[in-house]
């Protein structure tokens, strides 16, 4: 039903900075919110940020005051922008879309995540 499809990523020095998009849904019928997620190698995916259908946002501690998420809702388009990245952000990048099925419960989707290198 839903396809979130990322892009974005790349190889980048410390301290630049890159911005991710994610071309999420082709409607936001039923839309619960939208999210970046991160898996490094060898570990599991964890919360980069999130935003609500209302434009609640969420951060990790650890992107807070580097990261920001934001949405389109014109295009249903998702963006993250990363500034001064660490070799730490380095990881595959996952777009997450919650579609709500009744008051209750919801279902994600998961894009096929874009590769984030960080160099020192």
């Known amino acids: 039903q839903v396809h979130p499809v990322e892009s974005g990523g790349g190889l980048v020095q410390s301290g630049g900075s890159l911005r991710l998009s994610c071309a999420a849904s082709?409607?936001?019928?039923?839309?619960?919110?939208m999210g970046w997620y991160r898996q490094a190698p060898g570990k599991e995916r964890e919360l980069v940020a999130t935003i609500t259908s209302g434009g609640r946002i969420n951060y990790a501690d650890s992107v807070k005051d580097r990261f920001t998420i934001s949405r389109d809702n014109a295009t249903n388009t998702l963006y993250l922008q990363m500034n001064n990245l660490k070799p730490e952000d380095t990881a595959v990048y996952y777009c997450?879309?919650?579609?709500?099925?009744?008051?209750?419960?919801?279902?994600?989707?998961w894009g096929q995540g874009t590769q984030v290198t960080v160099s020192s």
């Open positions: 082709k409607s936001v019928d039923n839309l619960k919110g």
């Open positions: 997450n879309v919650e579609i709500s099925l009744d008051f209750y419960r919801f279902n994600r989707y």
